[in-house]
């Protein structure tokens, strides 16, 4: 069997401070920009410790709340969201400019990420707010989502993004946050979710059913309390499995 490489991505820079010893662990990185968490500070710093790594460098939006933490679908206007959606990317690019790093994604978070696979209306407001960097970088969307489909019919260059700490419900939506069972916390059962996903493209949902899923990158929350046995355990086990994250 020849060796398969995946792509292995985290959310950071959310204030919980583990970026240096997750980052060497994984392959590309989405770093908040201000809507739900982080500060100029912190995308510097992420941004250096990502570059260090030679880990991909993507943006994080988020609906303008971080009360929060960006978890709530947010009742704002179409302008209003555009213009949040803006000022994140201005001033995340600003600083990747100053410190000379490459922009490879975006991928919205938490309610936004939910609400854009719902919502085609929503998801078309979502990329005209980011329309101007259509022809530079991904979207990390999930599949079969209104984002994926809006993205792909106007020129959108996506990958496909799937949770490997995650519990998935059979219409292929995450389980909420709120029920028991919606975060894998075990390092043993994420490697299984992923072997899934990886090896047959389907994943197994709360209910028991094995649904079709297709993924190009995989996410490891960096605040799941677990994440970085999780991300230890994976570097150790997946070669066995003839599997190895890109750099």
């Keep these: 069997m020849d ?3 995946i792509d292995i991505n985290c959310d950071v820079g959310e204030g919980v401070g583990n970026e240096a010893f997750l980052l060497p662990l994984i392959s590309s990185c989405n770093i908040a920009c201000g ?27 988020s609906y303008p709340d971080r009360i929060n933490f960006g978890r709530v679908s947010v009742d704002i206007s179409e302008k209003e969201l555009i213009a949040s ?11 990747l400019k100053k410190e000379e790093v490459t ?23 979502f990329l005209s707010a980011i329309n ?16 994926e489909e809006e ?10 993004e799937a949770f490997a700490d995650r519990a998935y419900n059979n219409d292929l ?11 894998i916390k075990s390092p043993e059962k994420v490697l299984q979710h992923l072997l899934g996903m990886v090896l047959s493209k389907k994943v197994k949902t709360l209910k028991g059913e094995k649904i079709e899923i297709l993924a190009d990158t995989y996410c490891i929350h960096s605040d799941t309390p677990s994440a970085l046995k999780i991300l ?4 150790q086990e997946l070669p066995k499995a003839n599997i190895r994250i890109k750099k």
Excluded at 45 to 54: I, S, W, Y
Excluded at 173 to 182: E, Q, Y
């Design 35 to 61: 809507g739900h968490a982080g500060d100029q500070e912190s995308m510097t710093e992420v941004a250096r410790l990502a570059h260090k790594n030679g880990v991909k460098v993507g943006a994080h939006p």
């Design 232 to 235: 230890n355990y994976l570097t």
């Design 85 to 95: 959606i803006r000022n994140q990317m201005n001033d995340f690019v600003n600083i």
């Design 173 to 183: 939506s995450l389980v909420s946050r709120k029920l028991k069972g919606a975060v």
């Design 103 to 125: 922009l490879h994604h975006i991928k919205p978070h938490g309610a936004l990420y939910n609400d854009i696979a719902r919502n085609k209306d929503l998801a078309k407001t």
């Design 132 to 147: 101007d960097f259509k022809k530079t970088v991904y979207i990390y969307v999930p599949h079969r989502s209104a984002i």
């Design 151 to 160: 993205g792909l019919k106007n020129g959108f260059e996506i990958r496909r």
């Design 3 to 5: 060796e398969l490489y």
